[in-house]
């Protein structure tokens, strides 16, 4: 990984507008400045269209020959599916609003990375093809036709945007750039073009079940090395149930979380609450990723990895399904799952809490319960025995993932649980957080060492306000509630506020947990110290 | 930027032109129902033309707390899980420019004192949303207004809105107010895309010709009213005749009316296919107009595909050695897997 500047130099490094109108600027591919491209191996056997050997620092890409024909004929297709298409194709004014609420943008200051501009590559080509005025007048009204300069350019922005959906607030026609993105994307997959970092997760979460390709049973050693750190920390060994049939539910959570630090804590979290309910669950090794890659490539990719989901509950006899902390997931359970593969299997019934008896009347077709909205629940009505001082050593912020706040709206949800965990709480800047909240910048398959500065940047303005809480009010730690955040929010922290922390919310409400029969907490669930452990004694000893 | 300011000053002077010329019915007559006709047309052309594709997912922009436990307050204008949370925050968006409002200018500094070090600052910043609600709400009056001149006797409420606009009572005829800013917002509108560097990078002519377009039409209509003064008893008779289907003849009447006339029909034949589809297109908008109940309610998408996925047998097949040594439960034990 190349050396990164400062973050005083990336700030004042931004350059200004090119002379040039942005129809005619090249994109440029510089090491650092692109995802690497998906293995020819990976596409075939991900049955994906014309896979092909390619690299994007050269010249020629290696298009199939009518790579024209087919990106025409892809367009055709999706504008025939996609009414958000057709209209975000016709509908925008260019007030410029979105402009600078695009992290991309911010941090770059490249024109291209607004996402009226990012949407106009598209438009552009649309122009010429389905409007009377792009096709009598061309250039002049900003119609253009495909090229391979263009096929190069979209690749570049398509993946210079994390499908955050702020931009989608402020527009005041609701134009969602994810949803430009996506079929950008999908359109590239069509000639082939595809990113590693994308596609071996899609490959290992289709085979494995999980991202990283880790086979059923290493995978339940790795649980089980996380449940003995349990015993460790508590003295109490949690429950390790998998792919168990007749429990009542059925836990899925990204994979991220059973090998990543520090989303393995957040793990170690659920393993202690669940266990401390005496919750009737079990774990799938077959349906172990919660998150979903397929999203980040196309619309049938993403139900193919969800799919599992169902199958697996079905085979299983789960009642329902116990969703974990993840971002990208949520957007697909919340907003897609149900279209792509259901209705659920018809054994399953409405969620309902065996412990409060709370009826997830929210959840009543797609049968899934998120995890912060499932533990509020259970605080809210007493049923844990919490000992926030346990977590005294932390000033936490909290860290909306876009997705849950932009297509959810588990906003409030997880601010309960963190108040009912945490005594010191602080909230980051109003329009950096809830709906407004700012991406990691390195979400949709973005986080790949390789473009690490391109991160950086798009994770300026999540690390300004981090910075400004932790040298304004002495904020040093920030939960979020996803995986992807987990991975990328830690080296942003290092980046741009060094001395924060980054942990999901269950982590803390593992630290926090008071078990029945657990031992004397010295340590948290990273096994560090705990502040306030002599204190614990003398009220012991009462 | 300016030239699509030259064609509408070219519109204007073909119009005035062919109005000297005794062209004026051309101008006056056949244009006008052409315009309307291409308008209601193409319209709906383009509504159906969006309608004909399906709705595959619903994918609301959640503007707040969705709807879940008891003890959690939905915030049920920016994230309605209902048909009626939806028609409420429809007519926020509609009528009161609801995301728009939301606008913030952002500022990043390099070194500031609290951060030591970069921040980012956003500054509320409601120019736009007010300068476009004035726009299109003066545009909306003036508009209704001129249904003194399609409507016989006048209806009660379109002579109360003119006595409203012009209450100030300036001048002789009265100023309206709705004329004067409706200008102004215009010119603000335009003055931001030829002076805000990131409005000009990003604006194409079909960005400024309907807002010269408009302008046209505004100083026109100024001028008949205030200047080049037209005489308002043949307008009306000549308008009522185009709305009775027995057009007078346009001979007599102002060479400035003509050019207002022809400014307007223009804004008319161009709006089915521009950005100025956007007025129905809102209404269109799956970011909006869907309830955020996809969890509660299964949306269906009509080309859903079967599925096909990697299903738990092949996955079983795949491992069952191993998934045996690991003691996890199986459909099939090795032994009998192999018969």
New interface residues.
């Given amino acids: 990984m190349a050396k990164l500047p400062t973050p005083q130099m990336l700030v004042a490094s931004r350059p200004n507008f090119p002379d040039e109108p942005w129809i005619d600027t090249k994109p440029e591919f510089t090491p650092g400045s692109y995802c690497y491209p998906a293995k020819k191996e990976t596409m075939e056997l991900m049955h994906m269209p014309h896979p092909h050997e390619w690299d994007p620092a050269a010249e020629d890409w290696n298009l199939p020959e009518n790579w024209e024909k087919i990106l025409c004929d892809a367009f055709d297709d999706r504008l025939a599916r996609h009414r958000s298409l057709k209209l975000f194709m016709d509908i925008c004014v260019r007030c410029g609003a979105c402009a600078d609420k695009c992290h991309f943008f911010l941090g770059t200051n490249d024109p291209k990375n607004m996402p009226v501009l990012r949407a106009e590559l598209l438009r552009s080509l649309y122009r010429r093809d389905y409007t009377m005025l792009g096709k009598l007048l061309g250039k002049r009204v900003g119609a253009r036709g495909w090229d391979k300069e263009v096929v190069k350019e979209l690749f570049s922005y398509a993946y210079q945007c994390t499908e955050c959906r702020r931009c989608s607030l402020f527009c005041p026609y609701g134009i969602d750039t994810a949803e430009i993105t996506a079929i950008v994307r999908e359109l590239l997959h069509e000639v082939g073009l595809g990113t590693h970092w994308i596609m071996d997760p899609v490959k290992n979460c289709s085979f494995t079940g999980n991202h990283l390709g880790i086979q059923p049973h290493s995978f339940v050693e790795i649980v089980e090395m996380l449940a003995d750190d349990c015993e460790t920390i508590t003295g109490i060994r949690p429950k390790t149930p998998f792919n168990e049939k007749g429990h009542e539910i059925l836990f899925i959570t990204p994979s991220g979380d059973v090998f990543a630090d520090p989303g393995i804590y957040t793990f170690m979290g659920y393993l202690l609450l669940f266990h401390e309910l005496d919750l009737d669950y079990t774990f799938s090794t077959y349906s172990s990723e919660g998150g979903n890659f397929g999203s980040f490539t196309s619309f049938n990719m993403a139900k193919k990895l969800n799919a599992k989901m169902y199958a697996e509950a079905e085979r299983l006899g789960a009642k329902w399904i116990l969703g974990g902390e993840c971002g990208h997931m949520w957007r697909v359970i919340n907003q897609y799952m149900d279209t792509y593969n259901g209705p659920s299997p018809s054994h399953m019934i409405t969620p309902k809490s065996p412990i409060t008896g709370t009826v997830f009347k929210n959840a009543a077709s797609t049968k899934m319960v998120h995890i912060a909205e499932f533990t509020a629940d259970l605080i809210y009505h007493n049923k844990l025995k919490l000992d926030p001082s346990r977590n005294d050593h932390i000033v936490t912020t909290f860290h909306d993932s876009c997705n849950p706040a932009r297509a959810m709206g588990l906003l409030d949800e997880p601010r309960y649980v963190l108040k009912h965990v945490c005594n010191n709480f602080v909230e980051m800047p109003e329009n950096t957080i809830r709906e407004q909240t700012f991406c990691c910048g390195s979400g949709s398959g973005l986080n790949t060492e390789e473009i690490m500065e391109l991160r950086m940047r798009a994770g300026m303005p999540r690390g300004n306000a981090l910075r400004y809480v932790q040298q304004k009010h002495g904020v040093n730690h920030m939960a979020c509630v996803c995986a992807i955040d987990r991975a990328t929010l830690t080296p942003l922290a290092n980046y741009w506020a060094p001395g924060v922390t980054v942990s999901g919310l269950h982590e803390l409400v593992g630290n926090a947990l008071v078990m029945k029969g657990e031992s004397k907490r010295t340590m948290d669930l990273r096994q560090e110290d705990l502040p306030n452990v002599t204190d614990d004694e003398a009220e012991g000893e009462e | 930027m300016f030239e699509s300011l030259l064609l509408v000053l070219l519109i204007g002077a073909i119009a005035w032109a062919g109005a000297s010329m005794g062209l004026a019915s051309l101008f006056g007559v056949v244009l006008p129902y052409a315009a309307v006709v291409v308008f209601i047309a193409g319209l709906a052309w383009?509504m159906m033309?969006?309608?004909?594709?399906?709705?595959?997912?619903?994918?609301?922009?959640?503007?707040?707390?969705?709807?879940?436990?008891d003890?959690?307050?939905?915030?049920k204008l920016?994230?309605p899980?209902t048909k009626w949370g939806v028609f409420w925050r429809m007519v926020l968006?509609v009528l009161l420019?609801r995301?728009?409002f939301?606008?913030?200018?952002?500022e990043?500094?390099?070194?500031?004192p609290?951060?030591?070090?970069?921040?980012?600052?956003?500054y509320s910043s409601k120019w736009?949303w007010c300068f476009?609600l004035l726009f299109h709400y003066c545009f909306l009056l003036v508009f209704i207004r001129h249904f003194r001149f399609f409507m016989d006797p006048v209806p009660s409420c379109i002579t109360f809105v003119e006595s409203i606009d012009g209450i100030m009572q300036i001048g002789s005829p009265r100023f309206f107010m709705t004329g004067g800013i409706l200008l102004a917002a215009i010119l603000f509108l335009l003055g931001?895309r030829i002076f805000?560097?990131?409005?000009r990078?990003?604006?194409?002519?079909?960005?400024y010709f309907p807002l010269w377009l408009i302008l046209g039409v505004v100083v026109s209509g100024i001028c008949l009213r205030y200047f080049d003064k037209t005489e308002i008893a043949q307008v009306k008779i000549f308008i009522m005749g185009l709305t009775h289907f027995a057009p007078v003849s346009a001979e007599h009447l102002n060479a400035m009316f003509i050019v207002h006339l022809t400014l307007v029909c223009t804004l008319l034949l161009y709006f089915p296919?521009?950005?100025l589809?956007?007025m129905p297109?809102?209404f269109?908008?799956?970011?909006?107009n869907l309830p955020?109940?996809?969890?509660?309610?299964?949306?269906?998408?009509p080309?859903?595909?079967p599925?096909?996925?990697?299903?738990?047998a092949e996955?079983?097949d795949?491992?069952r050695d191993?998934?045996a040594?690991?003691g996890?439960?199986l459909e099939k034990q090795p032994e009998k897997a192999a018969e």
């Avoid at chain 2, 003890?71 to 915030?75: E, G």
């Avoid at chain 2, 805000?196 to 409005?199: A, G, P, V």
């Avoid at chain 2, 599925?307 to 738990?312: S, V």
Wanted: proline share 6%; hydrophobic share 30%.
């Fill in positions: 383009r033309y969006w309608a004909k594709s399906p709705v595959p997912f619903a994918i609301p922009t959640t503007g707040g707390q969705e709807e879940s436990l003890f959690i307050k939905q915030d920016d994230c899980s968006e420019f995301s728009l939301r606008n913030t200018y952002a990043v500094r390099e070194n500031d609290i951060s030591k070090g970069p921040r980012s600052i956003y736009l476009s931001r805000n560097q990131r409005l990078y990003i604006s194409l002519v079909n960005d296919f521009s950005k589809v956007h297109g809102i269109f908008s799956p970011t909006r955020n109940n996809t969890r509660r309610v299964r949306h269906v998408n080309w859903n595909p599925k096909q996925f990697f299903t738990y996955y079983e795949a491992y191993a998934m040594d690991a996890l439960p």
